[in-house]
Each structure stands twice: as C-alpha cells, then as structure tokens.
C-alpha cells in the first residue's frame, strides 16, 4: 500500500503559476513511475505528466513547455509546477503511484483557472 497526499490546488487567473506536491509515504525511488493526471467535469481522467524511476519525464501535448514535473528524492514528494495556466487546466489533479503491479490514487487536489 502507497499512501499519496496531495496539496497545493486553489484558484488563479489565467496566466499564473501554481505548484502541486504529493507526499508519498513510501521511498518515491521504489515506485516505477510517479505521475499527474487530471479530471476535467464530464471528461476522462488524462495523463498530464510522469516521471520514471530512472528519472525521465513525459508530458500530455497540452501542458508541454508550461508545466514540469519533478521530484525530491530526500523527502519522497513529487511536485508538478504549472505556469502559463488556462482556463482549460482546470480540473482535479491526482496523484499516481504506478508500483506494478499496483496503481495507487491521492484524494485530488482542485485547481481552477479564471479567465
């Protein structure tokens, strides 16, 4: 069992900068791949960006060049710094653990973009 705590969500303008963390209750260096998904209203949940145990990253074409995931090893949490923000990122954003063959899920965090 991974347990995964999201914070960091709230409201901003369109064009600003928000930070999420998610603290892992377990070595981040164990898990296969640490990511951010979101959940807009009435959509599916989507990949926005992962980060792999060796460390290479990837991002949904949507956020590519405003928003960049990254990890502290030493207090196991992963953040997800978005700049640039548009009214269309806003959904809730989630924390995934991808220790295989298990997927563990946080709460979810809210962000909203006013335009």
């Known amino acids: 069992q991974v347990q995964l705590v999201e914070s960091g969500g709230g409201l901003v303008q369109a064009g600003g900068s928000l930070r999420l963390s998610c603290a892992v209750f377990?070595?981040?260096?164990?898990?296969?791949?640490m990511a951010w998904y979101r959940q807009a209203p009435g959509k599916q949940r989507e990949l926005v960006a992962a980060i792999a145990r060796p460390g290479p990253t990837n991002y949904a074409d949507s956020v590519k060049g405003r928003f960049t995931i990254s990890r502290d090893i030493a207090k196991n949490t992963v953040y997800l710094q978005m700049n640039s923000l548009k009214p269309e990122d806003t959904a809730v954003y989630y924390c995934?653990?991808?220790?295989?063959?298990?997927?563990?899920w946080g709460q979810g965090t809210q962000v909203t973009v006013s335009s």
């Open positions: 377990k070595s981040i260096l164990s898990i296969n791949t």
């Open positions: 995934n653990a991808r220790d295989i063959p298990h997927s563990y």
